[in-house]
């Protein structure tokens, strides 16, 4: 089956650095949309960075500057590089794939367990 596995999160004071990496496991290798989403404690999910079939990035306006998203179409590997951390970057993070479109607009449909990422002042 497809699993999605997400690892890198922990606690980091304002300023400093974090590196997310997720793996997908039951995939053979290929060109997916990918992508890294959030979510804090009473707000909705929200949509960090993504990265398309080709290798196109968006990023959040929240973000951008910061954060830098990366792929791995052999390893099927996703890494989220988190520099200058902010209290409100504090969400759990979550690793997302589509795995079944091949063209047209990416559907985030096979996603991960999360990782906890807290930043204090």
């Known amino acids: 089956q497809v699993q999605l596995v997400e690892s890198g999160g922990g606690s980091v004071q304002a300023g400093g650095s974090l590196r997310l990496s997720c793996t997908v496991y039951g995939i053979t290798a290929g060109r997916y949309c990918m992508g890294w989403f959030r979510q804090a404690p009473g707000k909705e999910r929200e949509e960090v960075a993504t990265?398309?079939?080709?290798?196109?990035?968006v990023y959040a306006d929240s973000v951008k500057g910061r954060f830098t998203i990366s792929k791995d179409n052999y390893k099927r590997s996703l890494s989220l590089q988190m520099d200058g951390l902010k209290p409100e970057d504090t969400a759990m993070y979550y690793c997302a794939a589509d795995m079944v479109r091949i063209r047209g607009a990416c559907a985030y449909e096979s996603w991960g367990q999360g990782t906890q990422v807290t930043v204090s002042s």
């Open positions: 990265i398309g079939r080709e290798g196109l990035t």
